[in-house]
């Protein structure tokens, strides 16, 4: 848990295909920028609001965040491609 900033998923809309969540403030709740999927870069990023700031504190926190989520979202993708190849084999 990051002692300034907070993570909070933004609800999903209809047919969005990746998760996106919103960077915070802890102590004012102001919103320092977004974290999305970035397709170029197959990866999420980390997207500022325009004229904020951050410290080397901040910037792992955002850092770890975006690997934790990436993570996650790659043993999904194991899990799910895992899963494909035994019902395959059943099939046969």
Request: some cysteine; hydrophobic content about 35%.
């Amino acid at each position: 848990m990051s002692k300034w900033i907070k993570f909070e998923q933004k609800p999903r809309i209809i047919d969005q295909k990746t998760d996106i969540w919103y960077v915070k403030s802890r102590e004012r709740e102001l919103l320092l920028g977004e974290i999305m999927w970035c397709s170029n870069w197959r990866s999420y990023a980390f997207f500022p609001e325009s004229n904020t700031m951050f410290e080397d504190d901040c910037l792992r926190d955002i850092a770890q965040f975006i690997k934790d989520k990436m993570d996650e979202r790659n043993k999904k993708r194991i899990e799910r491609e895992q899963r494909r190849i035994l019902n395959e084999k059943k099939a046969h």
